[in-house]
């Protein structure tokens, strides 16, 4: 069994909407950082005495659409490499799943390299990034540590991510409150096809990415955490307006997340630095410069509990371990 260890991103310029839907061919570029601290571990092996493929996800077996989705992508595989065997696929989450942390990003990207590597092909890191995207478009990025780029493309060969820093030489950490770690109601991919063809704000968040792109690359090279956070929150919000201008509008906001965002905002006016992004979900993470960490855990933990804080250095990119 070959075994793949990827990493989670979090996005600072988010992807929000899709351009070619079977493809995963997004409408904006966008940019993440990719995390230490979670992490899905995939081992496939294509097997010539399996009748169907074989799936198991934190020691359950998959059923569904989570398994058709990971079978469509395997045939993918299977066409490619020409190895027309069936897989058995075990894998093991370090990531609360489908709560906002992005685990479709590690689960994909940790897939991608798996199961290409298993069915004989030896694909460069750009070729696991347009692969890992036909899996789930955030995957694309997490290929790469650090600080990474999703160039939005045209097509199959030209969109996908590269590298800003991979080894991030700055202090920005990034702290996940874990506000609700249940399986959300609405998908991101549900959720930004919504926002593409019912949110009339949706030609103006691409001006939006197209600005904040700059902005932000500007702001890493200048290794400016103030900046970087400013952009990233803005860019936030703006995602969240989508959801709420979409027909039907909706929101993955809860209670609990506006009271985080409120916490934050109560930090920055005492003089602590420190923003916070949202993505399809309710949990809320802060980024923040590692030199002001202590007073910022010491805040929020009084708040929400120590033990729903999880600590974030920048992290890897995808790697085949022993296992
Ligand atoms: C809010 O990558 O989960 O996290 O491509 O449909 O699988 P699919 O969507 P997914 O969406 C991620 C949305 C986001 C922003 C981001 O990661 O850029």
Redesign the pocket.
């Known amino acids: 069994m070959i075994t793949a260890r990827a990493h989670t991103?979090?996005?600072l310029v988010?992807?929000?909407g899709?351009k070619d839907q079977k493809l995963?061919i997004p409408q904006t570029d966008?940019l993440?950082l990719t995390l230490n601290e979670f992490y899905a571990d995939t081992g496939v092996e294509f097997r010539d005495n399996l009748t169907a493929d074989d799936i198991e996800i934190d020691g359950q077996p998959v059923t569904g659409h989570s398994a058709e989705k990971v079978k469509d992508f395997l045939d993918h595989i299977r066409q490619i490499s020409g190895n027309h065997n069936y897989a058995k696929v075990i894998s093991t989450n370090h990531v609360p799943v489908s709560a906002g942390l992005?685990s479709?990003?590690s689960a994909f990207a940790a897939l991608a390299t798996a199961a290409s590597k298993a069915a004989g092909l030896n694909l460069d890191r750009r070729s696991l990034s347009r692969l890992a995207r036909r899996g789930?478009?955030?995957?694309t990025r997490s290929i790469y540590g650090g600080l990474v780029e999703w160039h939005r493309g045209t097509d199959d060969q030209s969109s996908f991510a590269e590298p800003i820093m991979e080894k991030v030489d700055f202090g920005i950490e990034m702290i996940a409150i874990l506000i609700n770690t249940t399986k959300k109601k609405i998908?991101?991919?549900q959720g930004?096809q919504s926002s593409v063809e019912s949110s009339p704000y949706y030609p103006t968040w691409r001006k939006v990415v197209t600005h904040d792109m700059v902005a932000m690359k500007e702001a890493i090279s200048n290794k400016d955490i103030d900046q970087i956070g400013h952009i990233a929150e803005e860019n936030a919000l703006r995602?969240h307006a989508l959801t709420l201008s979409a027909d039907p509008g909706y929101t993955y906001f809860n209670g609990d997340t506006i009271h985080a965002i409120q916490a934050i905002n109560d930090l920055r006016s005492q003089g602590v630095s420190c923003y916070y992004t949202m993505?399809?979900g309710p949990n809320v993470k802060v980024i923040y410069d590692q030199k002001d960490r202590k007073k910022i855990v010491q805040y929020l933990g009084n708040l929400f509990g120590k033990e729903r804080l999880i600590i974030s250095q920048p992290g890897p990119g995808v790697e085949i371990i022993d296992k």
């Open positions: 991103n979090i996005a988010k992807y929000w899709k995963i966008s993440s992005a479709s990003a789930s478009g955030s995957a998908s991101s991919r930004m995602m993505d399809a």
